[in-house]
């Protein structure tokens, strides 16, 4: 059984529609990309899951069970967390308390401090800037600082739209060696991302979007081999 089944999702703003009927699936373990030009629906796709969006019609299911009306509150306590396009920290918060702020939904005071150390050990600049406030972080550290913060709530699945935008290349390798080290620590990866030529060197599988319906689907090796993607998404 997949761990996040999507089945015939049609999302809408207003009388647009975003998203056209989809489905697919992710497994537990995988790197999962969704690529696709700029409003193809993949940021969509995202807010729907995390329940920021309502669907129209169709179904999420996660681990056996359907969050498809759960409020997006309720769905990070049932293991899943979202890094969103454009980090979104608290500017005026520390990163120890923007740190803190992800695990909300836990009690135990003692597993949170767990949590904390494992993130710094990841990310060791959060600890040196740890009483430092969020918003005078460089783009490559706030960055590193929503990826900390959502795996703050030891999240069994992490959605990540567009981690590298507007960072420099040295930055862009580092934060998908970061992701490769999550995906290796057990934590199930969707991934939405606009460099489709790194997101399909570390994905499994992948899903290629065009205007709200998925075209094309296979293993992500296969893909980056295929003569119509190459010349769509990877320049070549």
């Known amino acids: 059984m997949a761990m996040l089944e999507i089945k015939d999702l049609e999302v809408y703003y207003g009388v647009i529609q975003a998203i056209k009927g989809i489905s697919f699936e992710v497994n537990e373990g995988e790197i999962i990309s969704l690529i696709g030009a700029n409003g193809a629906g993949k940021t969509t796709i995202l807010h729907t899951v995390t329940g920021l969006?309502?669907?129209?019609?169709?179904?999420?299911?996660?681990?056996?069970?359907?969050?498809?009306?759960?409020?997006?509150?309720?769905?990070?306590s049932l293991g899943m967390a979202h890094v969103p396009e454009g980090r979104r920290v608290f500017a005026e918060m520390s990163v120890y308390q923007n740190l803190k702020m992800g695990a909300y939904t836990r009690?135990?005071?003692g597993e949170i401090e767990q949590m904390l150390e494992k993130v710094y050990k990841r990310f060791p600049r959060l600890e040196e800037r740890k009483n430092q406030l969020a918003g005078t972080l460089s783009g490559g550290e706030q960055q590193m600082l929503a990826m900390g913060r959502a795996l703050m709530s030891n999240p069994r699945i992490i959605l990540m739209d567009e981690p590298s935008m507007g960072l420099s290349p040295i930055l862009v390798n580092e934060i998908f060696d970061i992701i490769q080290s999550v995906s290796e620590a057990g934590t199930t990866v969707l991934l939405v991302e606009q460099n489709a030529k790194k997101a399909l060197a570390i994905a499994d599988r992948a899903y290629v979007l065009e205007t709200g319906r998925i075209v094309m689907s296979?293993?992500?090796?296969?893909?980056?081999?295929?003569?119509?993607i190459k010349k769509a998404y990877l320049g070549e």
Not at 64 to 73: S, Y
Request: charged letters at 35%; glycine letters at 8%; hydrophobic letters at 30%.
């Open 218 to 228: 296979g293993d992500a090796k296969d893909l980056m081999n295929d003569d119509s």
């Open 53 to 76: 969006l309502s669907p129209k019609k169709g179904s999420i299911i996660f681990e056996g069970k359907d969050i498809t009306k759960t409020p997006a509150h309720k769905i990070v």
């Open 107 to 109: 009690s135990d005071k």
